[in-house]
């Protein structure tokens, strides 16, 4: 018989029954979308557990970052990582603006501060940097060097939801951040994402970017887009809040399970728990060495022959994609850290359900491979 399929993530779902009537509900409103009902409940409520003042809704985790660039009229070139989902870069250039990429830590995965300055030119105008996995980038460093040569930072903390830095939230840092809520991440609205900002004026703005640039019936202020949240995926996004706690609990407890499981394995190196940091254990990637008995990419497709579809996020680099291995940043030799980390990295299963039986079979074929 083969064995179970698991694959690298399965998603949070809402208790079915709950949601009924309250799509019974959107069906008597008759209200699907535009601003409605649980849009509205579902900002508040993720304000209020995220610790943030404003924050707009959006259909997906990338339509955010195109819109902050937008927002915060960026123009020439704007510094990022590699080292992610292609989005980040990908938004940088549907803005018509030149991506520079910069080398990551070995220890996180986020983007290097102290290689950003060497990066900077008279047409850099922001910062583009990723909490890879939910770790958070060194954003006092940032920061300073943002605040020294007047440039805009955008957090993409895709992968962050509910991480906190010394109990406040890490969107609370940057210009703005933006979120995902796919339906592969810790928190999802199927489709979903977000767009954190710091001032009142400014979320009117990108509420009316959103809806196409339109304040009001007949005035629009911008070239908006249509990125708007409908009803049903509120609603949704309204159950899945309330067990979000419990599934980041679920994770800490497997991401313990691995650690200990795994920490004696020759040639494989785990994340650690950065102090003061609430995390979130988003992903569980793990970085294997040539003290590993076999390739990463044998380790992939031995994993795969038993059914477990581990991840390589992020391989291969944003930076090698035909659409952008041309410039200059793009060059390997600028960007040795994250050239390594995509050949190391391996994303084992990581998502609330995963059951102790699976864990400990993961770690099992893990460990005592040949
Ligand atoms: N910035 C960063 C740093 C990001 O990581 C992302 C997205 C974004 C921006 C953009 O946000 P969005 O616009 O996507 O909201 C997945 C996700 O589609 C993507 O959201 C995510 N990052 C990326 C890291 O992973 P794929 O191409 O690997 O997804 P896929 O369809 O291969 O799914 C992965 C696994 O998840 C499947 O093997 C099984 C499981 N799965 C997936 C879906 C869709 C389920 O069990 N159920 C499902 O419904 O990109």
């Known amino acids: 018989m083969a064995d179970k399929q698991i694959t690298v993530t399965s998603p949070l779902l809402p208790d079915l029954e709950e949601f009924i009537p309250m799509l019974r509900d959107i069906w008597d409103r008759k209200w699907l979308t535009n601003n409605g009902h649980y849009h509205k409940e579902l900002e508040k409520a993720l304000a209020d557990y995220l610790g943030v003042q404003y924050i707009s809704l959006f259909t997906n985790g990338t339509l955010p970052l195109i819109t902050a660039l937008q927002a915060l009229e960026v ?5 990022t990582t590699p080292y992610s989902f292609v989005a980040t870069t990908h938004s ?3 803005n018509g603006l030149k991506p520079v990429f910069v080398d990551v830590e070995e220890k996180t995965g986020n983007i290097d501060p102290e290689k950003i300055e060497a990066a900077i030119t008279p047409r850099t105008t922001a910062i583009m940097p990723v909490h890879v996995y939910g770790t958070p980038c060194d954003t006092k460093r940032i920061q300073e060097i943002a605040d020294q040569h007047h440039l805009k930072v955008i957090y993409d903390a895709a992968h962050a939801f ?37 001032d009142e004026a400014i979320k009117k703005h990108i509420d009316y970017l959103k809806n ?28 899945n809040l309330k067990q979000v706690d419990k599934a980041i609990a679920q994770r800490k407890r497997i991401a313990e399970i691995y650690r200990q499981g795994l920490k004696d394995v020759a040639g494989i190196r785990m994340l650690e728990d950065v102090e ?29 022959e038993h059914n477990i579809l581990g ?16 410039l200059d940043s793009a060059n390997p030799a600028n960007l040795p850290i994250a050239n390594k980390l995509a050949d190391q990295v391996l994303c084992l299963p990581m998502f609330a359900t995963l059951t102790d039986e699976d864990i400990y079979r993961i770690i099992d074929i893990v460990s005592t491979m040949k």
């Open 276 to 304: 003061n940091v609430r995390h979130n254990y988003a992903y569980f990637p793990i970085f294997i060495n040539e003290e590993y008995s076999i390739s990463r990419d044998a380790l992939y497709a031995k994993l795969k």
């Open 75 to 79: 123009r020439g070139e704007v510094i």
């Open 92 to 94: 940088i250039w549907w």
């Open 162 to 198: 509910g991480v906190q830095v010394n109990r406040e939230s890490v969107l609370k840092h940057g210009d703005m951040s933006t979120l995902s809520f796919h339906a592969t991440k810790v928190y999802n609205t199927i489709e979903g994402g977000a767009l954190v900002c710091h």
């Open 311 to 326: 991840r390589r996020y992020f391989y291969p680099l944003i930076s090698s994609f035909d659409s952008y291995k041309n």
């Open 212 to 239: 196409f640039g339109f304040a009001g019936e007949t005035t629009v202020v911008a070239p908006g887009i249509n990125s708007k949240m409908d009803e049903i995926r509120s609603a949704y996004g309204l159950l």
